[in-house]
Nanobody, 126 residues
């Protein structure tokens, strides 16, 4: 069982930045694709960004392209989501997830990632 822990959420003004971290201190992430997802009140969970096992491929939702950057540091067993130019509509609980690619698209990780963190709240005030 891969256990993931998100951190770095908080309250920020519109236009500000946050960096989320997703740590798996007891497990190697070398063999997993990693993704960030979010769920706003009353809405379904949606993909924000994902990164392949090798780190060579990334996916971003249209709503965050050019503002968010996903990265991973396998040595630290951590994934990151750098969020810049935050908007009130980015307010949500952010989750990270991990899973073996097995030839699947990282854009659809929401459907197949088996391991999930507990989430961290991001609130962007206007």
């Amino acid at each position: 069982q891969v256990q993931l822990a998100e951190s770095g959420g908080g309250l920020v003004h519109s236009g500000g930045s946050l960096r989320l971290s997703c740590a798996a201190p007891a497990f190697s992430l070398d063999y997993y694709a990693l993704g960030w997802f979010r769920q706003a009140p009353g809405k379904e969970r949606e993909v924000v960004s994902s990164i392949s096992t090798s780190g060579s491929n990334t996916y971003y939702a249209d709503s965050v392209k050019g503002r968010f950057t996903i990265s991973r540091d396998n040595a630290k067993r951590t994934a990151y989501l750098q969020m810049n130019s935050l908007k009130p509509e980015d307010t949500a609980v952010y989750y990270c997830a991990a899973g073996p690619e097995r030839g699947r698209s990282i854009a659809s990780m929401l459907q197949w990632a088996p391991y999930w963190g507990q989430g961290t709240q991001v609130t962007v005030s206007s």
